[in-house]
């Protein structure tokens, strides 16, 4: 099983849309029982805090279910627990890195780094915009999942 965790600053904008988004993309596929996806926050700031508005009307617009999720915080622990750590953008790589120390594994990565555009993924929170983000979004979780399927090979 492949375990993903999907990071940004508070986890209610970008990395749960990034979670719902890559589920929706391996269901499709018939490899849901190959993947155990999540999302957390690298701040406290949103803790318990349920999926922005814009976020659920995104998802809900292109017909993503999500389910109740509320934000959780990125735990050292969790270096062990998935395989892969993927953030949105360069400051939440930097504070991934403050949360789990080093990454001895090669586990930690942005997300559109596995794009042929690798970039940060701007934060909607601040610029409202959740088309941009969710095009972006779900870019790079179409690259990633033809990564991990060549990996699985």
Same mark, same amino acid.
């Given at each position: 099983?492949?375990?993903?965790? @999907? ?8 990395? +749960? ?5 890559? &589920? ?21 700031? /949103? ?33 062990? &627990? ?31 780094? @596995?794009? &042929?555009? +690798? ?14 983000? @969710? ?13 991990? &399927?060549? /990996?699985?090979?």
């Amino acid at each position: 099983m492949i375990k993903v965790l @999907f990071v940004c600053l508070g986890n209610i904008c970008r990395s +749960p849309m990034a979670e719902f988004v890559m &589920k929706d993309l391996v269901k499709k596929q018939g490899l849901e029982t190959e993947f155990q996806i999540e999302s957390a926050a690298t701040s406290s700031e /949103e803790i318990g805090n349920g999926i922005h508005y814009g976020t659920m009307a995104k998802l809900k617009e292109k017909q993503i279910l999500y389910g109740d999720k509320k934000a959780q915080k990125l735990v050292k622990e969790d270096y062990e &627990k998935f395989d892969y750590i993927l953030g949105m953008e360069t400051s939440n790589i930097r504070n991934i890195y403050r949360i789990i120390g080093e990454d001895n594994e090669n586990k930690v990565y942005r997300l559109l780094d @596995f794009s &042929k555009n +690798p970039r940060d993924i701007v934060d909607p929170w601040y610029t409202g915009n959740f088309d941009v983000t @969710f095009d972006d979004v779900l870019e790079g979780c179409q690259a990633f999942l033809e990564f991990v &399927k060549k /990996e699985m090979k």
